[in-house]
Structures are given as C-alpha cells and as structure tokens.
C-alpha cells in the first residue's frame, strides 16, 4: 500500500512566522505535490516536483516556498505566515515518468491555523 | 481550459436508497478519469481510475462509469459510513506530470 505521510495533523503559528510542512512517501514515487484546499474552492495546486530538487509552480504558488532534498521527501515553506494561509494542506504523490497511471495518493492532511 | 464539474454539490439518501454522482468533464486527451472519497478532516482517499468509454469499476456498494463526456458513481444500498465528500479528478491536458484538475465535489450524507 502506499503511504503518505505528513509531519503534523494540526499546526497552530502566529503572523510573520516561518513554517515547515513535511511530507514524506514510502513508494519511490518520483512525483509530489502540495494542495491546499478550502471551503467552496476545493483543492488547489500550491507546488509540485517531478524529481529530486526539481520543482514547478502550480495555480497558487504566492507566499509559498518548497524543497525536496530527497526523493522521499517533499516540504512546504510559509516564508512569512499570514492569515490567508489558513487553510487544510495535503500532499500527495505519485508514480513519476514511464507509467500511464496518473493517480495521486494523498497524505492525511495538516490542519493549519494561522493567528 | 480542462473543466471538471459535479453534481449534485450535496446529497442526502436514506439507507439503502440507490442514487448515482455525476461528473462531467472537458479535456483534451483524457489520460484517465480518478474518483476519490474524503472524510471530513481527512486526506482524498483513491477509489477507481477509469481510462476508456465504456470502463466500469467496482468496490463494494460503489460503481463508476465512465462515457466520452462525463463518469458516473453510482452507490446502491448505502450504509451511514458511506457518507463522505467525492471527488473526482482527471489529468491536466498536455502535461507529462500529472498534474489533476478536480471536481468541487459531491457531499454524500446516507441516513439511517
């Protein structure tokens, strides 16, 4: 089974704040994602990256960073938190180039409030 | 521009009442047509991929369908637990990445 994991469930930051959010796969997906998604605007790309330190911007890339040092592993960055970024921020990954299957599996979200 | 649509947004059933979720989609080259199942605070959780006209896929009370424009779920005999937020979703067209355009969803509360 894959598995998606995410570092917290639930984050509370203060305004100004710098923010890590941590995902982390256990199937040599070479593909991840980042999403954020809030009430009647559904699931919205932040970020993706397709291989180890590349990285493409998605539909709402502002105020967002990100980082994937390791294939496994793939992380979010609130430079300077704000609190518009409140919002559920899942992660997802998926089996990279040379498959026909484009399917993401999803992380169990983080929860995060920004005050 | 790729356009998923669903409906309804929600749906309420009684158990054991049959109904089906509709998803009508607008892409060049559908490269697959994914349905997810979300519990409320909780990641999307994948259910079926359906990659051609005609393709059905079954797992317990749930059925998708799939036709040259839109994919159907179809739930029969709903249980309470099958009360979720569904998803679906297709790949962006022309990307090699897999990127997905999503539905906004249908809310599907089942009553006992």
């Known amino acids: 089974d894959v598995k998606v994991t995410q570092s917290s469930r639930y984050l509370v930051k203060r305004t100004g704040e710098k923010v890590f959010l941590e995902c982390v796969q256990d199937m040599d997906h070479e593909n991840m994602f980042w999403y954020r998604q809030d009430p009647g605007l559904g699931l919205r790309l932040i970020y993706f990256s397709y291989d180890v330190k590349m990285k493409e911007k998605g539909d709402i890339p502002e105020g967002y960073s990100v980082s994937r040092e390791k294939k496994e592993r793939f992380s979010l960055i609130l430079e300077s938190a704000s609190t518009n970024q409140t919002s559920m921020y899942l992660c997802a990954s998926r089996r990279g180039q040379g498959t026909s299957s484009y399917e993401q599996y999803f992380g169990p979200g983080t929860r995060l409030t920004v005050t | 521009e790729d356009q998923v649509t669903q409906s309804p947004e929600a749906l309420r059933l009684q158990e054991g009442e049959s109904s089906s979720l509709n998803c009508s989609y607008t892409?060049?080259?559908?490269?697959?047509l994914f349905w997810y199942r979300q519990d409320p605070g909780k990641g999307p959780e994948f259910l079926f991929t359906?990659?051609?006209a005609g393709e059905e896929k079954e797992k317990e009370r749930l059925k998708a369908t799939l036709t040259k424009k839109e994919s159907f779920l179809h739930i029969t005999a709903p249980k309470p637990e099958d009360s979720a937020t569904y998803l679906c979703a297709v790949p962006a067209g022309g990307t090699s990445y897999g990127k997905l355009t999503f539905g906004q969803g249908t809310i599907l509360t089942v009553h006992p």
């Open positions: 359906l990659y051609s």
């Open positions: 892409v060049s080259g559908l490269r697959g």
